[in-house]
């Protein structure tokens, strides 16, 4: 067996909140990276892998539970460890030669020793003839190349990603991606393990040699795949479309859905006050439930092949299904998913008859809109501050997620006509809209 890399054990972080409350973000988190392999940490967005990588990198404490770096502790950055981040961070004000030197510079690398490092790094990663370059002349692609550039020339022992194409358009990040595994499998760097944190799962699948899928609120890793296909993959691969499946059934069928939205026997339950719904924009909703209910989708539709039908993000995709299961627009099963007779009511109506139905549902099935509107309904004035809704939920969000939800709920209700909102005053109320 190769050689253990990383080991982190039992690991939990929480954020503090308030001065009395703590919100929860990782969870008794356990896994082992070895040598000579490509592991993807696959999630849907503020899931908290990337703190999980941050933590690993030594940037960020646990607040319990340990990270061990070939058996010493991970207390702070370390030597042997580089990380490639999501949003480039290259230091605008430097050239392409300077951002890649930054990071021996900061270890005490010689000039002359450094200088020879960095051009040998922007070499391996095509990026030649762009030295004296800055980031502001660079594509998106190639400003990810100097970050690539950036981490190989430390010439680290595992190489930590954060996201690292999600920026980049599909074509630029396929190509990208193509000369990643090109420099792993020639061996042109001396990285010894790849921890790549992504949300896309061909992209796990296309890279990976292990998958670790974690679910969210607090994160926790809920399954762990072994990817057996050879380099290079195709998506046409039956193997390749087969773990497609099961990973897309694991995420909508993981641990935290029944707990969530299903009660004793399988049938759905109702949410609690403080469920931290997804952002979901209603004519997207709608959109969607129009597409599944055409007669060329059989009744139960492949998640895949939805998410490729409509060029939907895993994330998005997950986000909408949830909201349609929620309001019993939809159930979810293995991987599928199937509009109820209440959905398929939805998708016929008229845009009248479609307000009243989710005006409905919203009252039933979501219990902010119906606090909202039972608090409206009771006092003399039909009105209330939205600071009155954003403390109740401040007893189970943070007081940002409380606002995005809050903003959530108040735009379902206004679109379902179950209350209205003034933006300048911040009033909610039943009165009809001047």
């Known amino acids: 067996m190769a050689e253990t890399i990383v080991e982190v054990k039992k690991v939990v972080k929480s954020f503090k909140k308030s001065a009395k409350q703590e919100l929860l973000v990782l969870d008794d988190v356990d896994f082992t990276m070895r040598e000579g392999e490509i592991v993807a940490l696959l999630g849907k967005s503020g899931s908290g892998k990337s703190t999980l990588l941050r933590i690993i990198a030594g940037l960020i404490h646990p607040s319990y539970g340990d990270v061990n770096y070939r058996g010493e502790p991970v207390t702070e950055p370390a030597n042997g460890i580089a990380m490639v981040f999501q949003n480039f961070a290259l230091m605008p004000w430097l050239t392409v030669l300077q951002n890649v030197e930054l990071g021996l510079e900061a270890i005490g690398i010689p000039r002359d020793e450094r200088r020879q490092r960095a051009l040998k790094a922007i070499d391996i990663i095509g990026m030649d003839g762009f030295e004296s370059a800055y980031p502001k002349e660079l594509s998106g692609g190639m400003r990810q190349r100097v970050g690539f550039a950036r981490a190989l020339v430390v010439e680290p022992d595992i190489l930590l990603m954060d996201e690292p194409f999600s920026a980049l358009d599909v074509l630029t990040a396929d190509n990208l991606k193509s000369d990643l595994l090109d420099l792993w499998q020639q061996k042109k760097t001396r990285i010894n393990a790849i921890l ?23 994160g926790r890793i809920r399954a762990e795949l072994t990817v057996d296909i050879p380099h290079p993959r195709s998506d046409q691969d039956p193997r390749y479309r087969e773990l497609v499946d099961q990973i897309y059934t694991l995420m909508t069928t993981s641990p935290d859905r029944p707990e969530r939205l299903l009660a004793a026997g399988g049938k759905p339950r109702e949410i609690g006050l403080g469920y931290r719904l997804p952002d ?36 998005d995709l997950l986000a909408l299904t949830e909201i349609l299961e929620i309001l019993r627009f939809a159930n979810i099963s293995k991987g599928d998913i199937e509009l109820t007779p209440a959905g398929r009511r939805f998708a016929s109506a008229d845009i009248l ?12 099935y979501v219990p902010l809109a119906r606090n909202i509107r039972r608090v409206l309904n009771e006092r ?53 809209p001047e």
């Open 353 to 364: 008859q479609r307000k009243k139905i989710f005006a409905a549902h919203l009252i039933r």
């Open 380 to 432: 003399p004035s039909h009105r209330a501050s939205e600071e009155r809704f954003l403390g109740e939920l401040e007893d189970y969000l943070s007081e940002e997620e409380a606002e995005r939800v809050l903003k959530v709920v108040i735009d379902w209700g206004r679109y379902a006509e179950v209350f209205a909102y003034d933006y300048n005053t911040g009033i909610l109320s039943l009165d009809n």
């Open 280 to 315: 979901v924009d209603i004519s997207v909703l709608t959109g969607l439930v129009e597409e599944m209910a055409d007669p060329e989708y059989a009744q139960r539709i492949d998640l895949p092949e939805l998410s490729e039908e409509l060029s939907l993000d895993v994330d």
């Open 196 to 218: 790549l944190v992504t949300h896309n799962i061909e992209e796990a699948v296309e890279i990976a040699d292990r998958i670790l899928i974690f679910r969210s609120d607090p």
